[in-house]
């Protein structure tokens, strides 16, 4: 009951102040239900002493809405024991979790979930590292694909209950993987899979690695060899074909850690970036007939505006500067800044960082999962950041704490005029210096209309954070889906213009942030407005159809062929 | 009161960040008067440096009583640049702003705290640092070079221009300027202008390959993609170079053998061998027994072609540390140049028992056992190697072909499927297996080796997929076929120096014209395969 107050006040506190106030007044964004949400789960990352490489990476998770009942059910990954033998790489495990999503509790008014792991079906047999969701066969049904520090797994999700196809489907990779991305490259109406994978590390051929003083510490990827991604086009029936040389992407690589798909160019295919640690990026443009070319140097996406190669982990897209285009934002190492790549609308990028003010306030943090998101639902995309070191923080060492690498996640307001401002210090339920956080995933776990986020965080339980101050503002929410009206239309973008003629473009995606996959909705923040003229989604084949007369403050299923048809050479007026 | 008095100078601007340095707290902490800070773990420093900086902490406590302000100014100045050049910046940001304190006229700190605030991406500080320090000193323009970086960096573009144009016209600091003239027309889209700089910086300093990347940023936007991609093609990492003597000063600092030691490498890297092998003397003048300066400096000589000065140098490494892995490895290596193929086993052997899975070792001593003809030894070999590189298929193919040469052709054509799972593209591991497939496999196996040689011929025609496609028609009994491709096989082996380093090519043209199963020897085909024995120029 008091909890019921607390929230009441918040709320009425929240409504009395405008939003630029907010972070000033230190109102509470979030409120952390970790301990409270039914979500059990203790990552455990392997450690004893040695130092593996994987440990300090994982791990990912999936919002899924695993049994179609209409909210985000969650999947965390799991690491295990890396221990070393002589024949070959071991590991013990206990495997990730599925749990889900009861809906609010009316006991404790907060949402509960449930740990459906053993009745689901899903075994993960290996050390995981993060998750990729999509419809694999078009039955409707979600489907998982796991990465993992051994063979990756594909669970196809056969009406609430997973069996494992990855051999028939054809889609192991026993190399380290760590992101996927499932996008439909060809735009045959299926999905296809890229797998981006980090170096070629094994147990037994674990390294030594020794900072100043001479103590042991975690090793760079360039210890180790980089490993070539894998890209696996969909026979159109859920089993996969490697056409990973034949497109060209196994051309360039280098320690892939974050990959998305997005059509960069605006040519009406899909292209995929990719985040690599420490190495120059990838951009692989489609060029049809699947078949990519890097073009990630010329496009400016490659390197920072120094033209110095950054260690990247995490990637988001999206048009955070309203100007109709995707643009880029990556996670990088303390002592790097993160980094802004703003497309000039021709999928030619500047590195915008410093104007953008997103320099200095990343620089002390090693950043993984980052998402862009309008938490208050005021129109303009934000940032969630999620930090934790690489390099054994010596002070925390000292101090006893097991896994010294705990450093601060953090949430950016976007102040207008493509500025971002750090408001985590105003934010309480951000775990300052708590945490080694890794998976940010990022969806409406409540469908309340505001963004609530999941960060899975490396050996120890997961912050479960619940928004209560988005949906004060009005929102709009899209599910944008095929004519079936069952599988999510992943690369299609929706622009919604608002009567003041202003126009605000999201696309449909649930990859990106690290090794895990978000709510794969269209959630619009609308601020004050009370209506909108119209929305025009553009289909992943390059279709357009216009929606007018959408009630807001819900959800609506916008499905393919229901609209208004546009021309194809129509401009969106 | 000693510790207060000093305290009063150290500015820790973040808490945690100072503690993050701090380090595993020495014994003696309470017995020392500075900060905590100060009481950094110096292990793998140089003697010259740990003694260098305690006596810098001695003489500020003495002074701190004693001396004037400008005087301990001047020891915090110089304690701050010991810890600046072993990169220690932190520790160096308290001092040179202990520096300050004591003394604000001196622009030495000031400049040398903006850098370490620039170094922070603290573009703002570093500005308003610079900015008093050029006042002070306006004729050390190396501080202009920097507050010109440091507007650039606050988005200041007007500002960058107006410093870097000023600068442009003094010797020393065209290129530099230009660099920067030229990035801000990039910023502007002022792209001929951008391309001139880009140019000239080029011109004058051909070696500051990092500009390749702006000038290309300048060509695409100006639409010119063939001229950006060509440019890309000549992108590195180096700057341009201006005159800087007191960041030259505090570099000349760090006399650690680890820094000689990298130094070192990197004129070996630029095959300036003579001077890597002076900086490793220096660094043996520090350390006449540092194991790893005796063996870099063996392998400076080696490329000096003094190998027997290498040998001495390798062997006075091992002699002071047996089981030293780069001192074993290199040794073997040149014992392989020397044509001590037995000595060189020896010496892998022994890297091999004190770290197993060592790389290089497993490379280098499969690769000659497989060369040696000691197929059996150099499978294993191979197989070890494979375990700490699974995902190898080059690996494989020499394992899988080490096996068939020892008569195991079931597990050699095991290997080879894995590889060209591996590596389906890979038209080598096909055409080998192939032949597998067909010598120790059944109907299905024989299909699948015609489908292998189809489709690499198909797509690579070439000597080899000539040769290959040949034997797998004549073994299936397609004896004119096999004619054709094995007559094409041979013209491609005369044109590439001759047919007698292929000798199944007119053994076995004979068996398809009397109509017989071809002949393969897999042993020959090993030493045709095997890699040619190390080179200096090839280490």
């Known amino acids: 009951m008091n909890k019921f107050i607390a929230l009441t006040i918040l709320f009425i506190l929240f409504t009395l102040l405008p939003t630029s106030e907010l972070y000033a007044k230190k109102v509470p964004v979030f409120i952390d239900i970790s301990d409270k949400s039914g979500i059990d ?54 495997g990730g979790h599925l749990y889900r999503n009861d809906g609010i509790s009316s006991k404790m008014g907060y949402i509960k979930f449930t740990d459906v792991t053993n009745k689901s079906g899903i075994e993960s047999h290996f050390y995981g590292m993060g998750a990729a969701v999509g419809d694999v066969n078009g039955d ?22 997973f069996v494992d196809v990855t051999e028939t489907a054809g889609v192991n990779d026993k190399r380290w993987s760590v992101s996927a991305s499932f996008a439909d490259i060809d735009a045959d109406g299926d999905l296809d899979l890229y797998v981006g994978n ?127 285009d995707l643009d880029l934002f990556m996670t990088h190492m303390a002592g790097e800044s993160n980094t802004l790549y703003v497309n000039d609308g021709s999928g030619w990028f500047d590195d915008k960082t410093n104007k953008a003010t997103l320099s200095l306030n ?63 210090a105003s934010q309480v339920a951000l775990k300052k210096d708590k945490s080694v956080s890794r998976g940010l995933l990022v969806g409406d776990l409540d469908n309340d209309g505001d963004q609530d986020v999941i960060i899975n965080d490396n050996n120890t339980t997961p912050q479960i954070l619940l928004n209560i101050v988005g949906n004060s503002n009005q929102w709009l929410g899209l599910s944008l889906l095929d004519k079936t009206g069952k599988k999510h239309q992943l690369g299609s973008t929706v622009t919604l213009q608002l009567s003041t003629g202003k126009k605000l473009v999201r696309m449909v995606h649930r990859d990106g942030s690290y090794a895990s996959s978000r709510d794969p909705r269209v959630l619009f923040g609308l601020g004050a407005h009370q209506n909108i003229t119209s929305i025009v989604v553009k289909w992943i084949d390059g279709t357009q159809e216009k929606w007018l007369d959408l009630e807001l403050g819900k959800y609506h299923s916008i499905i393919k062929g229901a609209g208004v048809k546009l021309n194809e050479i129509q401009t969106i007026k | 009161m000693k510790f207060k008095l000093l305290s009063k100078y150290i500015k820790l601007k973040n808490t945690l960040e100072v503690l993050f340095l701090v380090g595993l707290f020495s014994a003696n902490l309470s017995a020392l008067p500075l900060p905590e800070i100060y009481n950094l773990d110096l292990k793998g420093l140089s003697q010259e440096n740990i003694s260098q900086i305690n006596l810098a902490k001695q003489k500020i406590i003495s002074f701190s009583e004693t001396g004037s302000k400008e005087e301990l100014a001047e020891l915090f100045g110089q304690i701050g640049m010991l810890f600046h050049t072993i990169q220690q910046l932190e520790v160096a940001k308290s001092s040179y702003l202990s520096a300050v304190d004591l003394n604000s006229k001196e622009p030495r700190w000031l400049y040398l705290l903006g850098m370490v605030f620039q170094q922070d991406g603290n573009a703002e500080e570093a500005y308003n640092i610079f900015r008093r320090s050029f006042e002070l000193q306006p004729d050390y323009l190396p501080t202009l070079v920097h507050l010109g970086n440091a507007s650039l960096q606050k988005d200041d573009s007007a500002q960058a221009k107006r410093i870097f144009s000023q600068l442009y016209l003094q010797d020393g600091y065209k290129a530099i300027s230009a660099e920067a003239l030229g990035r801000i027309a990039l910023k502007d889209g002022q792209l001929i202008e951008a391309i001139n700089y880009f140019k000239e910086v080029l011109n004058l300093q051909p070696q500051a390959d990092r500009v390749y ?149 497993l490379a280098m001593f499969s690769d000659l056992q497989f060369r040696e003809g000691n197929f059996e030894a150099a499978s294993k070999t191979f197989a070890s190697l494979q375990l700490v590189t699974p995902s190898n298929s080059q690996v494989m193919l020499y394992r899988g072909v080490s096996l068939l040469a020892t008569g195991n052709c079931p597990w050699g054509r095991n290997i080879l499927s894995e590889a060209l799972n591996l590596d389906p593209a890979n038209g080598n591991i096909a055409l080998i297996l192939s032949v597998t497939l067909a ?57 590439n120096g001759g047919l007698a380093q292929y000798p199944d090519l007119a053994v076995n043209m004979k068996r398809y014209r009397a109509g017989k199963k071809p002949d393969w020897n897999w042993q020959a085909y090993a030493y045709e395969i095997a890699k040619s024995a190390p080179t200096r120029k090839g280490k």
């Open chain 1, 41 to 94: 789960f203790v990552h455990h990352n392997g450690m004893d002493g040695h130092l593996y490489f994987p440990e300090m990476m994982a791990g990912g998770g999936a919002l899924i809405d695993y049994d179609q009942d209409g909210d985000l059910d969650v999947y965390l990954v799991q690491g295990g024991i890396l221990a070393k033998s002589t024949q070959s790489d071991s590991f013990q495990h206990n």
């Open chain 1, 140 to 161: 409707g049904w979600p489907d998982l694909y796991l990465t993992n520090f051994g063979h990756n797994q594909l669970w196809l999700n056969k009406k609430g209950h």
């Open chain 1, 198 to 324: 980090y170096v070629d590390y094994s147990i037994s051929g674990h390294k030594i690695c020794k900072r100043m003083g001479g103590k042991a510490d975690y090793c760079s990827p360039k210890s180790y060899f980089s490993q070539a991604d894998r890209l696996f086009e969909n026979n159109g029936d859920g089993t996969f074909r490697d056409i990973s040389l034949s497109s060209g992407i196994t051309k360039s690589y280098g320690g892939a850690l974050g990959v998305v798909a997005a059509d960069f160019d605006k040519d009406g295919k899909l292209d995929i970036y990719v985040a690599n640690d420490g190495v120059p990026n990838q951009l692989w443009l489609n060029q049809g007939n699947n078949k990519f070319e890097n073009e990630a140097l010329l496009a400016g996406v490659a390197v920072n505006k120094m033209g110095l190669s950054e260690a990247s982990m995490g990637v988001d897209v999206a048009d955070f500067d309203d100007d109709d």
């Open chain 1, 362 to 424: 990343s620089r002390p943090y090693t950043s993984f999962g980052v998402v862009w998101l309008d938490y208050d639902n005021d129109m303009d995309l934000d940032l969630m950041i999620a930090n934790g070191a690489v390099i054994l923080n010596t002070a925390q060492l000292v101090k006893g704490i097991k896994l010294p690498l705990n450093q601060p996640n953090q949430l950016l307001e976007n102040t207008g005029n493509a500025k971002y401002m750090d408001i985590s």
């Open chain 2, 213 to 361: 990347y702006f000038l290309a940023q300048a060509y695409r936007k100006a639409g010119k993609k063939d001229e950006a991609k060509q440019a890309l093609t000549k992108r590195g990492e180096r700057f341009p170079h201006f005159s800087d003597p007191l960041m030259a000063y505090v570099k000349s600092l760090n006399i650690s053998v680890h820094q000689m030691l990298t130094q070192g490498y990197s004129f070996l890297k630029a095959k300036n061998y003579s001077k890597a092998v002076e900086l490793f003397d220096k660094g043996l003048q520090i350390e006449p027994d540092n194991v790893n300066l005796l063996t870099a400096k063996g392998l400076a000589n080696e490329y000096l072609g003094n190998d027997k000065a290498a040998l001495a140098l390798y062997k006075k490494a091992l002699s002071l540390k047996p089981t030293d892995t780069t001192a074993l490895f290199n040794l073997a290596v040149l014992e392989e140049i020397l044509q001590n193929p037995k000595r060189a086993a020896e010496l892998y052997t022994k890297l091999l028992t004190v770290q197993k899975d060592h790389i290089d070792a």
């Open chain 2, 439 to 495: 010598q120790c496999s059944d109907e299905a196996g024989l299909k699948r080796a015609r489908e292998l040689v189809n489709q690499v011929y198909a797509s690579q025609p070439s000597f080899q997929s000539a040769r290959f496609t040949a034997y797998i028609l004549a073994y299936i009994g397609k004896f004119e076929d096999a004619i054709d491709l094995q007559t094409q096989a041979m013209f491609e082996a005369l044109k």
